[in-house]
């Protein structure tokens, strides 16, 4: 299993939009999103800074970006957002900000139980 977190700018002044817009998404997208193998979605958001904090799980991250990057449901979803985000090239499904994992408490656990 990978472990996936990212981060978006959403436009400030968009920010209760972009969180209306995801409560609830579109059905569709949801199946979509669990047929490309991602798993333990969460979007979280910082109002003071208008950004978005992402996290998901995957098995194959490459394979899942493909399946959404071909899909027409995700490529319609993504030109209805493109209007929230700032200083984004590409879809957002395709161009967030990835973040580096540098603690993870289990795995650490396990190793210093050797």
Do not use: C, K
């Not at 979280?44 to 959404?68: N, P, Q």
């Amino acid at each position: 299993m990978i472990r996936i977190a990212f981060t978006l700018q959403v436009r400030p002044e968009m920010l209760d939009a972009y969180i209306e817009r995801h409560t609830p998404v579109w059905p569709e997208m949801l199946a979509e999103i669990a047929a490309a193998g991602r798993r333990n979605y969460s979007i979280f958001v910082d109002r003071e800074h208008a950004r978005l904090f992402g996290y998901y799980e995957t098995d194959d991250d490459d394979a899942a970006r493909e399946y959404l990057a071909a899909s027409p449901v995700a490529a319609r979803w993504e030109a209805s957002m493109a209007e929230f985000f700032v200083g984004l090239d590409g879809r957002a499904d395709q161009a967030a900000t990835t973040l580096v994992e540098v603690f993870n408490l289990d795995e650490q656990l396990i190793t210093s139980r050797g």
